[in-house]
């Protein structure tokens, strides 16, 4: 049989819960100050412990202090008067599992005993852990944070506390909301998750709280709303921080009051949920900006709990991706075994991961869509070359010159003699108009990306020397496409730190002055082929010659100018 301590200075209060429990087949023992309850604490083995916060010689807060220190296994819950609730929070972030307030009401104290008797039941089930591992397959990994995470969850599922997990997006946040859930007494009734930010602002309070038939348009019967469906259980509210001010109100007022009315009704519907909420958002800076009530941050951030993101559990990423292979492999129906090779594997052990576990499994379902065989080579990862997969040999170039016409197209050069071109007559640029223009562009693929080569040759006039010819050296890009870091090809300024003397405008306005008119130099001014080695449109060009100063030569090639438009 069930024992329980009972710690209140009121005798008639003492009275009634001990006939209540022992109708429930649970005996009890009676104190009625701070150092009796101590005593009896040392003297006996307690099931679970109700007491007063309020004692003649002591506080209900050192009674939980004491238990939560040398008694962990022993459930303690807290009786609270009428508008004592921020003790009753401080209980629980001491280590109560409930509260109940005063005046007693008889249901709530026959649930608040179940649950505790629940709780020193899954308690002892915890230790077994040779027969039930309740973090197998769910939760991941075997680094420090992830230990402490356990262990963590394994002391919260004992309280009936709201919990905050915050965390960034990908992080197992409603994995770890649901292991709370199963290992707590509330683990037979529901868990019902939901995404605050997916609900319509005009649906919200309908879907929280329900509403009755006929209550508005389209009302054409009852519905329960997510309390009454949680009720029992636990109800998780996954990006709480996407609530509008008006559902934040209502929200408050359902978790002091644990009731709850619908759209419709009128009466007020007494509901038993345990909260748990989460948002990859800073709430504590969306209070103080005012997009998030301050009142109900502190109610739902009664305990706060910072999920770690993947980047700083590196150690489980290989036991996490071996996991999501074997996951993936069975849904797939893949009959042979999968496995990574050590390049793959230091590939993804060495990526940053901005969407956490979620990109970490994205990105093996990708991998083993384009595998070949059984073995997940690296190139079929398709990651981006990162800083820690660069060799030490491989060349820096400090600067880039970019030329940019619009979204879409970027043009780089280089002048092999950075002297101004020298601007050819109208005259000699007409006869020279025909000049041969050869342009190739080559690319390969290779096993981890592409290697490309751009080479780009453009004959000089006939009026040019050779040393005054536009030429544009070969250029080798080693990094794949995704994730590449452009080269710079062009000429410093000055040289390296200091700054253009004439300010950063005028030198972008010369030096793109420049390269259109080397362009048109090569094209004996021929606006149309001009624009083509630039890959721009005539349009562009003529817009950039226009801003520049550059004198069109109107006169010249006039028919092939025209017709482009």
Known sequence: ?????????????????????????????????YATGISHLQAYSFDFCLT??????GTGLDIVKFISKNYAKTPVAVITAHGSMDLAIEALKLGAFDFVNKPLEL??????????????????????????????????????????????IQKLARSQAPVFLWG????????????????????????????????PSELMESEFFGHKKGSFTGATADKEGLFQQANGGTLFLDEVADLPISMQVKLLRAIQEKKIRAIGSTQ???????????????????????????????????????????????????????????????????????????????????????????????????????????????????LPLSAANVSSDTPRIHEIHEFIENSNH???????????????????????????????????????????????????????????????????????????????????PAEEGQLPAEGLEEYLMNQERKVIIAALNCSGWNRTQAAKLLNTTFRSLRYRMKKLGIDSGSDINSDSDSDED
Request: proline share 5%.
């Open 268 to 382: 007020e519907i007494a509901v038993d949920v345990r909260l748990l909420s989460a948002t990859h958002k800073n709430l504590a800076k969306l209070v103080e900006t005012g997009e998030f009530r301050q009142d109900l941050y502190y109610r739902i951030n009664v305990i706060e709990v910072k999920l770690p993101s993947l980047n700083e559990r590196r150690d489980d990423i290989l036991l996490l991706a071996n996991h999501f292979i074997c996951l993936i492999a069975d849904d797939w129906g893949v009959a042979q075994p999968l496995t990574l090779s050590n390049e793959a594997a230091v590939q993804l052990t060495n990526h940053h991961f901005a969407g956490n576990v979620r990109e970490l499994r994205n990105i093996l379902e990708r991998a083993i869509t384009l595998a070949d065989d059984n073995v997940i080579e690296a190139h079929h990862l398709n």
């Open 410 to 492: 970027t043009v780089l050069s280089t002048l092999s003699q950075p002297s101004a071109p020298k601007v050819v007559p109208l005259a000699e640029a007409k006869s020279a108009s025909n000049s041969p223009i050869n342009t190739s562009y080559s690319s390969n693929l290779f096993a981890s990306g592409y290697k490309v080569k751009p080479n780009i040759q453009l004959a000089s006039t006939p009026t040019q020397s050779t040393h005054e010819a536009l030429t544009h050296e070969s250029l080798t890009l080693d990094a794949p496409i995704a994730g590449i870091n452009v080269p710079n090809l062009a000429q410093p």
């Open 107 to 152: 249901s709530r104290l026959r649930q608040l005993v179940e649950n505790a008797l629940k709780v020193a039941e899954n308690a002892n089930k915890l230790n077994c852990k040779e027969v039930y591992d309740p973090f197998s397959n769910r939760l991941i990994g075997q680094s420090n944070v992830i230990t402490q995470l356990k262990t963590t």
């Open 52 to 57: 007063d916060l309020k004692l003649p010689d």
């Open 1 to 33: 049989m069930a024992l329980a301590l009972i710690i209140d200075d009121e005798v008639d209060l003492c009275r009634l819960m001990q006939m209540t429990l022992k109708k429930m087949g649970i005996e009890t023992k009676v104190a009625y100050d």
């Open 168 to 199: 960034e997006s990908g992080t197992g946040k409603e994995v770890v909301a649901k292991l709370i859930h199963d290992l707590s007494p509330r683990c037979s009734a529901n868990f019902v998750p939901v995404n605050c930010g997916a609900i």
